[in-house]
């Protein structure tokens, strides 16, 4: 039988690739806060499942809600995509509206169910500063589909995604299919922050999807260096913090992680530096 210790370690290597590889992505559009924006709206997720529970007592469980919270960051990912589209909104005013929007419904939600219960709903600290402790194989299992998914897609739409990073309107004249790009793009940082949420937490789990990329970045210019090193970093930093949690118990997982990749970034800056670059 495989241990929770395995489990975990499982999801939290596959989310690190996963997100290693879109951060690129991510640096290259200068979405940096997307991942919060998105990761948000998983709080404001998990509040409708608490005060649907007052009426429903059957929704007060993890299972529906982790539901609501995947439901509302993939809507969250497609209507950021859909107001920064043809700049009906600026990407960073459409992220930042659902990030303050989600948070404070959350939070409504949240003291709305202490008031009538006297105690913190399921998941609230979960779904702010994450818990990656004793998995299910099940979710374990929908980590690595999810990671394998994301990995295949950008493998496969590699060029025509990486045009569209460097410059959407130069890649849409020479025939990339832009508005399918932009979407897609949408609901790949859709899912891995429906895992990351359960790992790092809403709040943290920027660091997944920015850290590892501009790291890369800062040590090579060389596309395929770039991509190894990314899923390097992110691993090291997911793995790490896992570790340093199994040690200390009372240190979360999350900051762990993105402590970790702060120090890899650092230390990238510095090796930057030294070369001249």
Same mark, same amino acid.
């Given at each position: ?11 939290? @290597?596959?989310? =690190?690739? &996963?997100? *290693?590889? %879109? +951060? ?7 979405? $940096?806060? /997307? #991942? ?37 960051? @993939?809507?969250? =990912?497609? &209507?950021? *995509?859909? %107001? +920064? ?7 960073? $005013?459409? /992220? #930042? ?42 979710? &374990? ?12 897609? $950008? ?123």
């Amino acid at each position: 039988m495989t241990s929770p210790f395995t489990l975990t370690l499982v999801a939290a @290597l596959a989310l =690190a690739c &996963a997100c *290693g590889v %879109l +951060s690129i992505f991510v640096v290259l559009r200068r979405w $940096a806060f /997307i #991942g919060e924006g998105i990761g948000h709206s998983g709080l404001g997720g998990a509040g409708t499942a608490w005060l649907a529970a007052l009426a429903l007592p059957a929704l007060d469980g993890p299972g529906p809600t982790y539901a609501f919270v995947v439901v509302f960051c @993939l809507l969250t =990912a497609l &209507a950021i *995509g859909y %107001l +920064s589209r043809a700049q009906r909104v600026n990407e960073d $005013a459409a /992220i #930042g509206i659902f990030l303050v929007a989600s948070l404070a419904w959350g939070f409504l939600a949240q003291q709305v169910y202490f008031q009538r219960f006297g105690r913190n709903p399921y998941g609230f600290d979960t779904y702010l500063f994450g818990q990656i402790r004793n998995f299910g194989g099940e979710f &374990a299992l929908a980590s690595v589909a999810v990671s394998a998914a994301v990995l295949l897609t $950008a493998a496969v739409l590699w060029r025509p995604i990486l045009a569209y990073c460097f410059d959407p309107l130069t890649a849409q004249t020479s025939g990339v299919r832009a508005g399918l790009v932009h979407y897609l793009l949408m609901l790949l940082l859709g899912l891995v922050v429906v895992i990351g949420v359960r790992v790092a937490g809403s709040v943290l789990v920027t660091a997944l999807l920015v850290l590892p990329g501009t790291t890369a970045l800062a040590l090579s210019r060389r596309m395929g260096v770039v991509v190894a090193c990314a899923i390097g970093v992110g691993v090291v930093g997911a793995g790490g913090g896992l570790l340093v949690n199994a040690r200390w118990n009372h240190v979360p997982v999350g900051p762990s992680i993105v402590l970790i990749l702060f120090a890899q970034f650092v230390a990238a800056r510095v090796i930057a530096t030294v070369r001249g670059t």
